[in-house]
């Protein structure tokens, strides 16, 4: 079942929780406890229905809006899984990386600047080398932007850099590299 439509099932449970969660074999507490092992990577606790942990799930349910349901999916599509119980440190993005936020490129990235990180890893494609490396690709790209000033709205540039490449599309000067905030935003402004 796609994650989505399953969280949509299991948050109509929320209201009848009372009845179901005593009852283990019920298929709302089935659904539910998959959906738990899904998205908190465990169950529920069977030998004490009252522990809580129902609640937790329908807490959590609240914050999971279509990005996080994304996050999630990408991370089920992961081609990289760490050990269980492993966390990694990783100063360069001031994370703390275990299987539960690890995606494709957090990982490849890891192993890009701290390649030794490899022996952490309990599942890592066969090619991970060459993801690694750059010369494969592991995702398709974006297309790229059809003009110029497409390829500005896309990127986060300064507003130097902005005004250099609407410079060159319009075959004027380009402004100073010393110039203020205010003349580059007239500059942009004037040249859009």
């Known amino acids: 079942m796609e994650l989505k439509r399953q969280i949509e099932i299991v948050r109509g449970y929320e209201s009848t929780k009372h009845i179901w969660r005593k009852n283990i074999n019920s298929k709302e507490y089935k659904e539910s406890s998959d959906l738990a092992k899904i998205i908190a990577g465990e169950g529920f606790n069977r030998s004490n229905p009252n522990c809580g942990c129902i609640d937790e799930l329908f807490i959590l349910l609240k914050s ?47 192993l890009r600047t701290y390649p030794a990180h490899i022996v952490s890893f309990e599942v890592v494609p066969s090619n991970w080398r060459e993801l690694v490396s750059g010369t494969v690709k592991m995702v398709i790209e974006k297309p790229k932007a059809e003009t110029v000033k497409e390829e500005v709205e896309e990127k986060e540039l300064t507003l130097l850099e902005k005004a250099n490449i609407l410079a060159d599309e319009k075959g004027v000067k380009r402004p100073h590299w010393k110039s203020s905030n205010s003349k580059l935003k007239s500059f942009i402004k004037a040249n859009s």
């Not at 999630?72 to 994370?95: A, C, D, H, T």
């Open 64 to 110: 999971f809006n279509e990005e996080r349901i994304n996050f999630k999916l990408k991370q089920m599509n992961g081609k990289f899984k760490l050990f269980g119980g492993k966390v990694i440190s990783f100063p360069k993005k001031s994370l703390h990386l275990t299987n539960a936020n690890l995606t494709d490129e957090l990982a490849i990235e890891l």
